[in-house]
């Protein structure tokens, strides 16, 4: 069993994969920025850790990383401004790279973002940038030595979704449950022969179980 610091605990992911992994018997560690949320975070199993990706440097995370054998990255600015942006789909993941490789943490899992996200759209400055943070993010991850795994789900949808998924290397573009997204988020910590890869997923027939399964003999 792990020990998990989820950042994004609070968010249409995390608050969903919170209980997927406490009842796998994992413990988890989330990260928040309001002080009102850490009572909701304790009753359903969380220790809470008070903080804004924004402020923490990475000295900060390495403290609250200790003990840690596993991180998640699941916030996002959610549109919420061009510097928010940087601070928190470019920067945060990058204080977590740096601070995971000096507490010796071994495993990182990062939401990411389909590449084809902004296809037919017309797509706004702050589209194109919140692209480039998420891409810049993937790349150093992929450069840290850690063990890793990158999910980049589809348009995220607000359902809890019905545990099936299509997950693989390239992908057709689709949409995705925000549950489905946890579900194979916590088969894969769960899973971790499969490392170092980047998986798209979105909506599909197969069982999570099943679609990791398939990863991991690839
Ligand atoms: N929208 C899409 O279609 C789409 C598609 C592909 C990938 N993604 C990516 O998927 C990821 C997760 O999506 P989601 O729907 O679960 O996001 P979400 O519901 O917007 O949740 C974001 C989480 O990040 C936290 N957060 C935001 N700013 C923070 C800060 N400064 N310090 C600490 N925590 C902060 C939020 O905390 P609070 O509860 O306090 O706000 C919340 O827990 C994001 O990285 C996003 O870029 C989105």
Do not use: C
Not at 201 to 218: F, I, S, Y
């Amino acid at each position: 069993m792990s020990d998990i610091f989820l950042i994004g605990a609070t968010g249409g992911i995390g608050h969903r994969l919170v209980p997927m992994l406490i009842e796998r018997g994992h413990s988890v560690t989330g990260l928040h920025r309001k002080p009102d949320q850490a009572e909701p975070l304790r009753q359903v199993g969380v220790m809470p850790a008070l903080g804004d990706i924004m402020e923490l440097s990475a000295d900060d995370l390495e403290m609250m990383l200790q003990g840690s054998d596993v991180t998640v990255f699941s916030a996002g600015a959610a549109g919420s401004g061009w510097d928010r942006t940087t601070a928190i789909d470019g920067q945060g993941p990058l204080k977590l790279i740096e601070a995971a490789r000096r507490t010796g943490l071994k495993r990182v899992y990062l939401v990411s973002v389909f590449p084809d996200a902004g296809r037919r759209r017309d797509t706004s400055d702050g589209f194109e940038h919140y692209m480039e943070q998420k891409k810049m993010a993937d790349v150093a991850l992929t450069e840290s030595g850690l063990d890793y795994v990158i999910l980049r789900p589809g348009t995220l949808q607000h359902e809890d979704g019905d545990g099936r998924v299509k997950a693989g290397h390239a992908i057709p573009y689709g949409n995705v449950a925000r549950g489905n997204v946890a579900s194979l988020l916590a088969e894969l910590i769960d899973t971790p022969s499969v490392r170092r890869e980047i998986i798209e997923v979105t909506d599909g027939d197969m069982p999570v179980e099943d679609a990791v399964k398939a990863l991991e003999r690839r």
